[in-house]
């Protein structure tokens, strides 16, 4: 509970989306402090995580929900510094990191207590920054959705991606056994040495004739998607029978054709989602199962986020600008 009072200042520096288009339309701003409502905590920001869902929403193609802040920015890590809730787990002081409704890009942001997590022992404030939404979109897809299982095959797409390099250690922990695929021998290097058995380079090579020789015909039980489009067909060819395709994103286009017929033969499932119009509760869920199914992973050392590159809050542009290029290993974050 809180215990003394905390004086704040009446205004924050901020990024925001001055109009849909480029990295360029990302402007510095001043913007009041948020007030916080119902189980809400506000947390000072120290680091935040860039996700190509913020990309989106500055190209004006990722509907912002009515309760969301319009300014980009979904996980950061922090300090408490105010808390209405006088019966919340949290206190003043605490440093986590948190799944945020938007409103990352700033020095403070109004989060969820539920949606809040203590930082890994052994972790920094700049590691943690990357866990919130990278992790718990892997976790809720590829464990809930998907219900991996220890010894199941698995192939990740993007595999050195932030999604793609945190998929593969968590997968890798689980049991599992992974494939996975990326645009260059660099990248295929590194998704190997976080764990994947076997990472295609999907430009030199067929990934589904890959996998086909490497999985000796059978195929794996599940594949983690973040292209769908012309992928979904050549996917459905990778999985075995029961196998399930999970897509969380759709960088290849939104349609393509395929066969359903061999989805029922295979008795194949294909599912998907998409994160933040999710409920409060449904977020406090996949933060609790993370805790409860990871965490020792991470405190551990066992498993560490890719950082591929840091900027400053006031070079927002410039990391958009370095995600959209997709020459990264890992994640891009801002200092805060």
């Given at each position: ?20 288009g ?27 995580g860039?996700n ?13 929900p ?46 969820e ?12 404030m ?49 049991g ?32 589904e ?35 399930r ?22 008795r194949q ?68």
């Amino acid at each position: 509970m809180q215990t003394k009072e905390t004086v704040l200042p009446q205004t924050m520096k901020a990024i925001e989306i001055k109009e849909f288009g480029g990295p360029e339309n990302l402007k510095k701003s001043v913007r009041p402090i948020p007030e916080i409502k119902g189980n809400e905590i506000l947390i000072k920001v120290s680091y935040a995580g860039v996700n190509r869902p913020d990309l989106l929403q500055r190209q004006g193609n990722y509907k912002v929900p009515p309760t969301a802040s319009d300014l980009p920015g979904l996980e950061v890590s922090g300090t408490v510094v105010k808390i209405k809730n006088l019966n919340s787990k949290w206190k003043l002081g605490d440093k986590v990191c948190a799944l945020c409704h938007g409103g990352g890009y700033a020095e403070y942001v109004a989060v969820e207590e539920g949606h809040c997590m203590p930082i890994p022992n052994g972790y920094s404030m700049r590691e943690a920054a990357c866990i919130p939404e990278t992790f718990i979109t892997v976790w809720s897809n590829l464990f809930i959705r998907g219900n991996l299982k220890k010894n199941e095959t698995v192939l990740i797409h993007g595999g050195a991606s932030g999604i793609g390099t945190t998929a593969i250690q968590l997968a890798k922990h689980y049991g599992s056994i992974v494939f996975a695929t990326a645009g260059s021998d660099e990248k295929c290097l590194a998704a190997e040495n976080l764990g994947a058995t076997k990472c295609i380079n999907y430009k030199k090579l067929n990934f589904e004739d890959e996998i086909d020789i490497l999985t000796s015909g059978r195929g794996v039980d599940v594949i983690l998607d973040m292209v769908a489009g012309s992928y979904v067909p050549r996917n459905l060819k990778c999985l075995n029978l029961d196998g399930r395709l999970i897509i969380i994103a759709v960088q290849g286009g939104i349609k393509d054709e395929i066969n359903f017929a061999n989805i029922m033969i295979k008795r194949q499932t294909i599912s998907g989602s998409t994160l933040r119009p999710q409920s409060n509760d449904a977020k406090s869920q996949y933060v609790y199962g993370l805790i409860e199914g990871a965490w020792e992973w991470l405190t551990n050392g066992d498993i560490k986020p890719v950082i591929h590159k840091e900027f400053d809050l006031d070079q927002a542009s410039d990391a958009h600008a370095a995600l959209e290029a997709g020459d990264h290993i890992g994640k891009f974050i801002m200092k805060v």
